[in-house]
């Protein structure tokens, strides 16, 4: 597994990648994403060496111009470093008592080698924020294809004050072959996996599935095996996509990004694009899908240009409750609220 691009004969993954990969995702699902990584890798190829006139390419490219040529772009730019701090409170049946108050960071979207402007200040966002460990719900790089040398450069300094567990998934924009890089970090990379986090004999579990919107690498069933019947589950899943599944397996919280939260929004926050399937009511915050809980975050970096409008990136802290809180346990307030924290 390494950091750059090999000629187009060698692309596909060696005998070693794919191995540890079947062993991660499984035959059908790893034979999948090496199948779509390639082909990724060669729309890349050819992009670079000609022009490219599908839609999303067209909007990579003249977006900035127009921003720029409408005499806002510096200020979208700067909107994309102000990164707000969102306290969102969950109260989840069935949580044990040793949870009440724990508290989850959740980052998204880092798009970290195209973001470098929020990189710089999400160190200095999160250092001194609350927390009992980190999720990061994929977009780690901003790339689609290529090297990803300089992405694992970027996150691990930007991830430096984080001195808690931390649990991650893969998006529609990362390469499996970025996993290796980012586990030696200290982030346990989950791919249709499960982790247990145990305190005072309880525990609660932590289900990550691959990328449900591009790769549709997502196998629930694999993520929640072992999983014991009402043990409460926070599912990490870059999209909403696999949202009606997660509800009816039992999943107590489902926590995502993918969106941005449209990034590009007009006045009140309504998205002119949301690069998803799936309903505007999950584009941004919290929603409900049954008894499940959700949370989509805006995420902290930016694609096809860095800018922001009417749409703050933000890092979001999740409390978790008990519906009947602890004896003796002082009480949490139930929020909703977004804080600025660095400089506007």
């Not at 990189?119 to 994929?138: E, F, K, N, Q, S």
């Not at 096809?304 to 890092?315: H, L, Y």
Request: charged residues 20%; glycine residues 10%.
């Amino acid at each position: 597994m390494d950091g750059f691009v090999r000629s187009a004969p060698e692309r596909t993954l060696g005998l070693d990648e794919g191995a540890w990969l079947v062993s991660r995702l499984g035959p059908e699902y790893a034979s999948r994403r090496a199948r779509l990584e390639l082909a990724g890798e060669a729309k890349g190829a050819r992009r670079e060496t000609k022009a490219d006139l599908s839609f999303w390419a067209l909007l990579d490219k003249y977006i900035a111009g127009l921003l720029k040529a409408a005499g806002i772009l510096d200020r979208g730019q700067a909107n994309a470093a102000r990164i707000q701090v969102t306290r969102n409170t969950v109260e989840i049946p069935g949580l044990p008592d040793a949870f009440h108050g724990y508290t989850l960071l959740h980052i998204t979207d880092l798009h970290a080698d195209i973001s470098l402007r929020a990189m710089r200040v999400l160190p200095d966002v999160i250092r001194t924020l609350p927390y009992d460990a980190c999720v990061i719900t994929g977009d780690f790089r901003g790339r689609t294809y290529g090297p990803f040398a300089r992405t694992l450069d970027v996150v691990r300094d930007a991830i430096v004050p984080v001195t808690t567990p931390m649990f991650g998934v893969l998006g529609n924009h990362d390469t499996a072959r970025i996993v290796p890089g980012l586990e030696a970090m200290g982030i346990r990379m989950l791919m249709n996996e499960n982790e247990p986090i145990e305190r005072d004999g309880s525990r609660l579990w932590i289900a990550g599935v691959d990328d449900p919107h591009h790769y549709r690498t997502d196998d629930l069933g694999r993520a929640l095996t072992g999983i014991p019947d009402g043990e409460s589950t926070i599912l990490l899943a870059h999209s909403t996509d696999g949202l009606m599944a997660a509800a009816a397996g039992g999943v107590s919280l489902m926590l995502s990004g993918h969106t941005h939260g449209g990034q590009i929004c007009l006045p009140g926050s309504i998205p002119v694009l949301t690069s998803s399937r799936m309903p505007r009511r999950l584009a941004k915050g919290r929603w409900r899908q049954g008894a499940m809980h959700g949370y989509t975050a805006r995420g902290v970096g930016t694609s096809a240009v860095d800018a922001r409008f009417n749409c703050p990136p933000e890092v979001v802290l999740h409390t978790l409750l008990c519906q009947s809180p602890p004896r003796g346990t002082p009480p949490v307030i139930p929020v909703n609220a977004t804080v600025r924290v660095c400089p506007s």
